[in-house]
């Protein structure tokens, strides 16, 4: 453990709040391995959600970035963090706010720097974490490459396969976009407080050709994923005449929804937005 940053925690009685989904990584080492899986250089502009402490933008510091830009919620931290990284000038920016609302390619687009490669690297808060994803693929950070943390059962609800048990609406929109995969298991001792479930990194790297029409394939993979259990011709009645939609698609009525390939989910949602 980083020593330095556990007893600036102690000394300032910083301690977690929960429902902050706030778990901590302080150990420099496995903070230096995290931001290693990233593919980091002299033209990237590391976007940090909720940075906490401090202990993986530390790392991200020790990279060649050309900026690390954080956003957190707990003013607490965006306080120490001032403090902490202020011999870093204007190569650290912090930005105080709920990172469900603020918009990373607005502040990218605000910077105007040339060459910028922009890359999001965190550990998410649990609570919110799918979300912030899901905002971030329907965005035009749908672009950008990722490096996330989130509890194990995420990870592989993000990184799933068609007939895979956690395949499903997350893996598909992601599908979309990126290529998914998980790149590190990280156990719950390894965070201060520990969490009760294990965590995962997963690298998000954007597909050369994305599907665009998001809005649709929501709905779609809505439909058939609410009802899991059931046959598409039946679970996708709810967004039109699912035989005709199937038909149309060419794809097997009677398939049940974990066994249709992300493609066959874009035809779909093709089809039902006229497209
Ligand atoms: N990155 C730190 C680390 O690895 O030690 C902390 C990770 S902790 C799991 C999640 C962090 O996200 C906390 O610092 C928390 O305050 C922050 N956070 C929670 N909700 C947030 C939100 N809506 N916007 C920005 N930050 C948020």
Same mark, same amino acid.
């Given at each position: 453990m980083d020593n330095s940053l556990s007893q600036i925690l102690h000394e300032n009685g910083l301690f977690a709040k929960k429902s902050l989904g706030q778990h901590f990584l302080l150990d420099i080492n496995l903070t230096t391995k995290i931001a290693k899986l990233a593919d980091i250089d002299e033209n990237s502009i590391i976007f940090e959600i909720g940075p906490g402490p401090g202990g993986l933008t530390q790392a991200l510091l020790n990279s060649p970035a050309k900026k690390v830009i954080v956003i957190e919620k707990d003013e607490r931290f965006a306080a120490h963090l001032r403090e902490y990284f202020n011999g870093f000038g204007d190569r650290f920016q912090i930005i105080e706010g709920d990172a469900l609302k603020i918009k990373p390619h607005e502040i990218l687009n605000e910077l105007n720097i040339p060459d910028a490669k922009p890359t999001i690297i965190a550990n998410l808060p649990y609570n919110v974490g799918t979300q912030m994803l899901i905002n971030w693929l329907l965005g035009p950070e749908k672009a950008w490459p990722m490096t996330l943390m989130f509890q194990t059962e995420v990870a592989m609800r993000i990184s799933a396969k068609t007939n895979m048990q956690h395949y499903g609406r997350l893996a598909i929109l992601t599908y979309a976009c990126m290529d998914a995969q998980i790149a590190m298991h990280v156990p719950?001792?390894?965070? +201060? !407080? !520990? =969490?009760?479930v294990e965590s995962a990194i997963v690298n998000l790297r954007p597909k050369t050709q994305i599907y665009t029409n998001l809005d649709a394939l929501s709905k779609a993979t809505a439909a058939a994923f609410n009802q899991r259990r059931k046959m598409l011709r039946s679970s996708l009645n709810s967004i039109g005449n699912a035989a005709q939609i199937l038909e149309k698609a060419n *794809?097997? =009525? +009677? *398939?049940r929804p974990e066994n249709l390939d992300p493609e066959g989910f874009f035809k779909i949602a093709d089809i039902i937005s006229g497209n």
């Open positions: 719950r001792l390894a965070f +201060t !407080p !520990p =969490p009760k *794809i097997d =009525p +009677t *398939i």
